[in-house]
């Protein structure tokens, strides 16, 4: 079992940043792919990166490519997601997920979902 809880989220004008968290209890954290999805009102829910349970390993939607960077940080049982020259296309309610296969299986199989953070960006 795994709760996953996200934070960061917030209101930020077009080509501006923001750093989203998302911090894990319950079963080992180490051992699961983690990653981020998104999804707009009145659209589905996409997937947007994933990293390997050793970090060293990162799959993006090409959506983000060169702009979003994932990572994560096995210590404090916490994955980030650094989001740069954001567009107003971004805004949505980002979701945290974790999966127990590989880094490119996360957008086919998620296990655990945390309940979201929005993120707004203004143009």
């Known amino acids: 079992q795994v709760q996953l809880v996200e934070s960061g989220g917030g209101l930020v004008q077009a080509g501006g940043s923001l750093r989203l968290s998302c911090a894990a209890s319950?079963?080992?954290?180490?051992?699961?792919?983690m990653g981020w999805f998104r999804q707009a009102p009145g659209k589905e829910r996409e997937f947007v990166a994933a990293?390997?349970?050793?970090?060293?390993?990162?799959d993006y939607a090409d959506s983000v490519k060169g702009r979003f960077t994932i990572s994560r940080d096995n210590a404090k049982n916490t994955v980030y997601l650094q989001m740069n020259s954001l567009k107003p296309e971004d805004t949505a309610v980002y979701y945290c997920?974790?999966?127990?296969?590989?880094?490119?299986?996360?957008?086919?199989?998620?296990?655990?979902w945390g309940q979201g953070t929005q993120v707004t960006v203004s143009s």
């Open positions: 997920a974790a999966g127990s296969r590989s880094v490119y299986a996360l957008k086919l199989g998620v296990d655990y």
């Open positions: 990293v390997s349970w050793s970090g060293g390993s990162t």
């Open positions: 319950g079963r080992t954290f180490r051992l699961y792919v």
